[in-house]
């Protein structure tokens, strides 16, 4: 059964969500699924704007040639070569063996690597470059490259008629579609605003100085409809997320605020962290986060790093080292190269406490980032001498988010 949906003047969305993956990227858990979003321009000449990954593609071809109404595809425009919407390429131009490709130079070596079988087309591939129009009839199309978000030949496709920005996976969340495929139809920024963010932080969050530069692009075109390779479609409200996109990209904080993330392997260090989020309570901090990196995926725990201002890391020693899932936090916070924040650290060693060094040396790894003079430092339980320790940190970290 076709499912399919106009988003804009002779545009249908003809995507579709997978709720039975586990894991997007087998790396990172998605427990609301998440959707790939394909669209289609029905005009003298029709366009597909990307494909769909291989778990939808019996539900996304149904919907193309439901969409196409028996009409033929004349292009096949490919913003990005992801096999998440890239896979069902070489489906698509055995069922409309007329249809050109249509990408940049970038993507051809791309094309040819993952569909070997497919050369004579990809051979045939109509190449545009920076401000390129095709036109389709009514709907002229132009192109606008955005290499390394998050790959090198992504590009986005802006319809001047319509002024639907086709962004690529810019924009896009975590998240299967229910129903309702626009952003104004569901409550953003109470259900989806979390996925969106660590959509963002996980896949693109390294590439924010690439992400700035097509936010400046972006500013010149005028804009109505935003239509990302993931979730919503944007129609309304835009500039609340380019917002968001705007803090994250430039890695500053959304939130004025305290997380707490530990690594604690018998309680102790789990019972510290708890104290002093109790004690930053006492101080008047709100909305306090605390997560156990043993329980929270990575993932989420990098969100939360996006999210705040101020991060308290919390960890045993382990082998001379460092606690394992703190050291997992730790080598992604450098990959996705967070900037701009405020650290606090608490350590646990029985007989030679490291974690506090080697987390402290990670940390400044981190551009710009500040590192609190005050730790406490526990050698198993948090002792009642050491409540004074603890509330020297939670002073300091306090004084941090209130000004
Ligand atoms: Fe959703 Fe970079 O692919």
């Given at each position: 059964m076709h499912c399919t949906h106009l988003?804009?003047?002779?545009?249908?969305?003809?995507g579709a969500s997978d709720r039975?993956?586990?894991?997007?990227?087998?790396l990172f858990p998605i427990s609301r699924g998440v959707s790939y979003n394909s669209y289609l321009i029905v005009d003298e000449k029709t366009a597909l704007l990307d494909t769909a990954d291989s778990s939808v593609s019996a539900q996304y071809l149904e919907n193309t040639a439901h969409a196409l109404n028996g009409r033929g595809l004349d292009y096949l425009i490919i913003?990005?070569?992801?096999p998440d919407h890239a896979a069902t390429i070489a489906e698509v131009l055995l069922r409309w063996p007329q249809a050109q490709i249509v990408c940049n130079a970038k993507t051809v070596p791309m094309l040819k690597n993952y569909f070997p079988a497919a050369a004579e087309k990809i051979d045939a591939a109509l190449l545009v470059k920076e401000g390129d129009v095709l036109s389709l009839g009514s709907h002229e199309l132009t192109f606008v490259m955005a290499p390394m978000?998050?790959?090198?030949?992504v590009m986005l496709t802006f319809d001047?008629?319509?002024?639907?920005?086709?962004?690529?996976?810019?924009?896009g969340t975590f998240g299967a579609l229910n129903?309702?495929?626009?952003?104004?139809?569901?409550?953003f920024a109470r259900d989806w605003l979390d996925d969106a963010r660590r959509y963002y932080a996980n896949i693109?969050?390294?590439y924010g100085t690439q992400v700035q530069a097509v936010l400046k692009k972006a500013a010149g075109l005028p804009i109505q409809v935003i239509a990302p390779l993931h979730g919503p479609i944007w129609r309304e409200n835009l500039g609340w997320f380019l917002g968001k996109y705007d803090l994250w990209s430039r890695w500053?904080?959304?939130?004025q605020g305290v997380v707490v993330l530990y690594g604690s392997m018998y309680g102790n260090t789990a019972g510290a962290a708890s104290a002093l989020a109790g004690l930053l309570a006492d101080r008047g901090v709100k909305n306090i986060a605390v997560h156990d990196l043993s329980v929270t995926d990575t993932s989420e725990a990098v969100a939360e790093c996006f999210r705040a201002s101020t991060i308290v890391l919390a960890a045993p020693t382990y082998n001379?080292?460092?606690?394992l899932p703190m050291n997992a936090l730790l080598e992604d916070l450098k990959a996705l190269s967070l900037q701009n924040r405020t650290f606090a650290l608490i350590e646990n060693g029985?007989?030679?406490?490291m974690s506090g060094k080697l987390m402290a040396e990670r940390v400044g790894e981190l551009k710009n980032c500040t590192l609190l003079d005050t730790r406490v430092t526990l050698r198993g339980a948090l002792t009642p001498a050491q409540d004074a320790d603890l509330a020297a940190l939670a002073d300091a970290v306090a004084a941090t988010v209130q000004g």
């Open positions: 988003i804009a003047a002779d545009t249908w969305y003809v039975r993956l586990a894991k997007f990227e087998n913003n990005h070569m992801e978000v998050h790959w090198p030949e001047k008629t319509t002024n639907v920005l086709f962004s690529a996976d810019a924009f129903g309702n495929i626009f952003a104004d139809e569901v409550d693109v969050g390294k500053q904080p959304e939130d001379g080292g460092l606690y029985s007989w030679a406490p």
